[in-house]
């Protein structure tokens, strides 16, 4: 429901044991922790002493009602940021936007509360973790708007930074990166239209959602920056709460539409290697001597990864970089590459070819950008006599170091046609003599970790043992 994998704990302030039971019958929901109390005091008490991820607060209490709550937790740096959702049994204009003055998040009447609490209480927590906390790059040349502004946002969680005209708002777009930029049209220097026109036109950053202010309201105006690629337009002057409402929109628009993205390039990515990954095997499958080798570098460079620490999505390229390290090899003519016996200089010079073609095969492939280096430099070696660059020691990616532990001991433990595959005994003591000359001394040790894992035992060696038998 929250919209996150952990556990949401959520603190209710009401006098009434009935409501409270309506609220725990409603957000009853496997990650969500619910805590109550009947008053205020008690609340402000519970919000100093544990972290929460939300309050629901009634407006009339006995000792400190709902609205003194609210002005209470805005006070602390700890608990400004928490949302809060107010519930009463008024819901006249004036109460709402009183409730909205002392920083509730929403605001439900009791009688509505039923059908759209849960909803509430769910998109609140997913702008608390997706949307709030965001980087914004407020742009203006009065120092007085942006100290209002920058006030405004920080006590709704977002991280604020600032510029005083265009020109530095470059800058700070290139090394921040921010999140969102809001920025005033009429500035000295470089203006809002040239700062806009200037980031949709630069691809690295035109994707950072633009919100134009100023205080001209003609149409024109906001047609033409609108034009220009900007997401919003606010008039001067405007309150902080339709700040935060149009920022919170804009904002869960684009992380939706960036979480759209990357599943489609997930997918797309997903094909695409499966039909590379398909020729390899088709390349492989030619040869009984070379059968199963990719899929089996990608099994151990993955488990190496593992237990270097490295993050999930660069495991899942390293998988991906294991089964295509050979790619190139599909340019590499059949005579050369199936022969049996042992290749002339110039055969072997051919093959020596298959990096560098698995690098052109690549390159055309963004989402595979990483994996280059797999395929490249897996040939070089540590003291720099490998191929295609003869790069040497720290200078050949890690990527592909590993890869070249991972490739040599897979080639050693395989069959070929002029000697049967080696034992492990045998194989680990090549490797280890290879240390530091042929292959990187780091990466050679932590291969020897991980061939001590049950990863390695069951995941590479059983594999393995099924391509032999086969
Ligand atoms: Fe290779």
Known sequence: MAGDNHQKRILIADDSSSVILLYKQLLCTPGIEIETVSNGVDALKR???????????????????????????????????????????????????????????????????????????????????HVRQKLILVVDDSKATISVIEKG??????????????????????????DLILCDLRMPNLDGYGLCKWLKMNAPVAHIPFVAMSSGEEQYVIRRIIQYGAAGYLSKPFSTSQLIVLLDRILSDHFRFLLQESERLRIERGALVNS????????????????????????????MASLMGA????????????????????????????????LTEEEFSQIKEHPTIGK?????IPSLT??????????????????????????????????????????????????????????????????????????????????????FINGYRKRKDEAIRM
């Open 360 to 364: 052109r095969i690549l390159e055309p």
């Open 47 to 129: 919000m100093s002493e544990a972290a929460f991820d939300l309050i629901i607060t009634d407006v009339h209490m006995p000792h400190m009602d709902g609205i003194t709550l609210c002005r209470e937790l805005q006070k602390e740096e700890v608990t400004q940021k928490v949302p809060i959702i107010i519930v009463s049994d008024f819901d006249s204009e004036t109460d709402v936007e009183t409730g909205f003055e002392v920083g509730a998040s929403a605001y439900l009447g009791k009688k509505e509360v039923r059908d759209t609490l849960c909803r509430t209480v769910s998109d609140l927590l997913w702008k608390y973790d």
């Open 153 to 178: 946002l920080k006590e709704n969680s977002f991280n604020v930074v600032t510029a005083s005209d265009g020109l530095v708002a470059k800058d700070l777009v290139i090394s921040m990166n921010p």
């Open 276 to 303: 590379i990954s398909s020729l390899v095997t088709a390349l492989e499958a030619r040869d009984p001597y070379t059968k199963g080798h990719s899929e089996s570098v990608s099994i151990i460079v993955t488990g």
């Open 311 to 342: 993050e999930r999505d660069d495991i899942d390229l390293l998988a991906i970089g294991g089964r295509l390290h050979d790619i190139g090899k599909i340019g590499i003519r059949d005579h050369v590459l199936l022969k049996p016996g042992r």
């Open 370 to 455: 990483k994996i280059i280096p797999v395929a490249n430099s897996h040939h070089e070696r540590w003291d720099g006599n490998g191929y295609p660059d003869k790069l040497r020691g720290e200078k050949i990616p890690i990527w592909a170091r590993i890869t070249a532990v991972a490739d040599t001991y897979d080639a050693l433990t395989s069959d070929r046609p002029y000697r049967a595959g080696m034992t492990d005994a045998k194989a680990f003591e090549i490797i280890r003599e290879v240390r530091g000359t042929q292959l990187c001394p780091d990466c050679v040790d932590l291969f020897f970790r991980y061939v001590e894992t049950p990863g």
